[in-house]
């Protein structure tokens, strides 16, 4: 039974490596793997798998948002979902779901935060964390807070200088941001921020590690 979900997990993870996907898996009163996808028409659309304690799969439910260039999904409380993505304006824009214990997907809340690319979204009891680039190449990372319906306000956010690629990852335990980008030198940077109960940043240092290849950044970490 582990075997056979270990594999599942494994096959939903290689699917994300090989197009614009990103994968989610949470449990409610079963377990679900949630998908967020771009489609053949670079639609957003988000998946349902319900994993049975026998190890079968089975496709429940799905849910599409409008064209998409970007994306990132994080849990935001138990049964409730957020999308970030960058869509057909070019702006960031996040979307709250509600994953009903049948499996299904509802639409919830929704926000923008202007021009953006390569979003990536974290969340924390009930807020989220996005990190994107603005029109002038800027890292931007902004500060959400989300309702018991799905509803989005904005709070704070602050800047850090231009780079490319990002990985966005929160301490656990902890009310710290740490992000993994290269910086217009082409350097490997790491750098944190606290965040406070009203959202606000505070920068605690960088670190930066040397050059690093052109492409994308392959970063990750493990978090304590």
């Known amino acids: 039974m582990k075997t056979m979900k270990r594999t599942f997990i494994r096959f939903l993870i290689l699917v994300s490596i090989l197009v614009m996907s990103s994968i989610l898996v949470f449990a409610q009163d079963t377990h679900y793997a949630i998908t967020a996808v771009s489609d053949g028409d ?28 970007g994306l990132d999904i994080a849990t935001v409380q ?28 509802t639409r919830l809340g929704t926000a923008t935060a202007g021009a953006a690319s390569l979003p990536s979204i974290v969340s924390s009891s009930g807020y989220l964390y996005t990190s994107m680039f603005d029109s002038a ?24 200088g231009q780079a490319t690629w990002i990985t966005l990852t929160k301490l656990v335990n902890r009310s710290t941001f740490v992000a993994a980008m290269r ?17 606000s940043f505070t920068r605690l240092g960088p670190y930066v590690a040397g050059c690093v290849d052109q492409g994308p950044i392959m970063f990750s970490a493990l978090m304590w």
């Open 42 to 69: 670079a639609n957003l659309k988000l998946i349902s798998w319900k994993v049975g304690s026998d190890g079968s799969v089975t496709r429940v439910g799905d849910a599409s948002a409008g064209s998409i260039s």
């Open 78 to 105: 138990s049964g409730m979902v957020a999308t970030a993505v960058r869509d057909s304006d070019g702006n960031l824009r996040i979307i709250t779901w509600r994953v009903n214990a049948d499996g299904s997907i």
């Open 137 to 160: 190449g800027n890292l931007r990372l902004i500060s959400w807070q989300v309702g018991g319906d799905g509803s989005i306000t904005r709070l704070n956010e602050t800047t850090a």
């Open 183 to 199: 910086d217009s030198d082409n350097n490997f940077r790491l750098m944190s921020w606290e965040v406070a109960a009203d959202g």
